[in-house]
């Protein structure tokens, strides 16, 4: 059974950091391209950050480019978000998701498996 | 970037119904880059429909979705109690990935 499990939410104060880590179990990690996806309080879906099989190709919502790292260790099979300056805009549910396929932007580069997902409230 | 707007917001419809979900992109979007899911209350979002038309793994067949170029429909021919929740579209024809803004089916 596919299983994607999030952890290292928390409230954070402006300007702090916080890593995000997603354990993946019953699938073949290093297979497959893997996101981040967030969700603030009562608001919609919004695409946060994709990462290549091998971690050699990264790719970020302008709204986080330069402020959050995506990352992930094969050997491990764990996911990861370090999430630096953070602002209030930040707070919300992120979610591991998992794609379809392993190539970035080919037909199968869908989101099949989320996660619970893990709260960030960046707060005062 | 390609703007997905879903209409309406919110639609009233009793058990039994069916369920025309509307999503309409800014520019065409190849039918292969346009999915669907599924979001219940405090729930994690669930795939229903990738490629346009295709139902994922254990999805029933009262799902379906159709179109292409800029209008896409998800259709649920009868809807059971388990199907009220929000609905969302996403493409990813062009970076960035960008989902629609949600159609909540709820109990009339």
């Known amino acids: 059974e596919v299983q994607v499990v999030e952890s290292g939410g928390g409230l954070v104060q402006p300007g702090g950091s916080l890593r995000l880590s997603c354990a993946a179990s019953?699938?073949?990690?290093?297979?497959?391209?893997m996101s981040w996806v967030r969700q603030a309080p009562g608001k919609g879906l919004e695409w946060v950050s994709t990462?290549?099989?091998?971690?050699?190709?990264?790719y970020y919502a302008d709204s986080v480019r330069g402020r959050f790292t995506i990352s992930r260790d094969n050997s491990e099979n764990t996911l990861y978000l370090q999430m630096n300056s953070l602002r209030a805009e930040d707070s919300a549910v992120y979610y591991c998701?998992?794609?379809?396929?392993?190539?970035?932007?080919?037909?199968?580069?869908?989101?099949?498996?989320w996660g619970q997902g893990s709260l960030v409230t960046v707060s005062s | 970037e390609i703007v997905l707007t879903q209409s309406p917001g919110t639609l009233s419809l009793s058990p039994g119904e069916r369920a025309t979900l509307s999503c309409r992109a800014s520019?065409?979007?190849?039918?292969?880059?346009l999915h669907w899911y599924q979001q219940k209350p405090g729930q994690a979002p669930r795939l229903l429909i990738y490629?346009?038309?295709s139902r994922a793994t254990g999805i029933p067949d009262r799902f379906s979705g159709s179109g292409s170029g800029t209008d896409f429909t998800l259709t649920i021919s009868r809807l059971e109690p388990e199907d009220f929740a929000v609905y969302y579209c996403?493409?990813?024809?062009?970076?960035?990935?960008?989902f629609g803004g949600g159609t909540k089916v709820e109990i009339k």
């Open positions: 998701a998992k794609s379809g396929g392993g190539i970035v932007g080919a037909v199968l580069d869908f989101f099949d498996y």
């Open positions: 019953g699938f073949t990690f290093s297979s497959y391209v």
């Open positions: 990462i290549s099989t091998a971690g050699g190709s990264t």
């Open positions: 520019q065409s979007v190849s039918s292969s880059y």
């Open positions: 490629g346009a038309s």
């Open positions: 996403q493409q990813y024809d062009s970076s960035p990935r960008t």
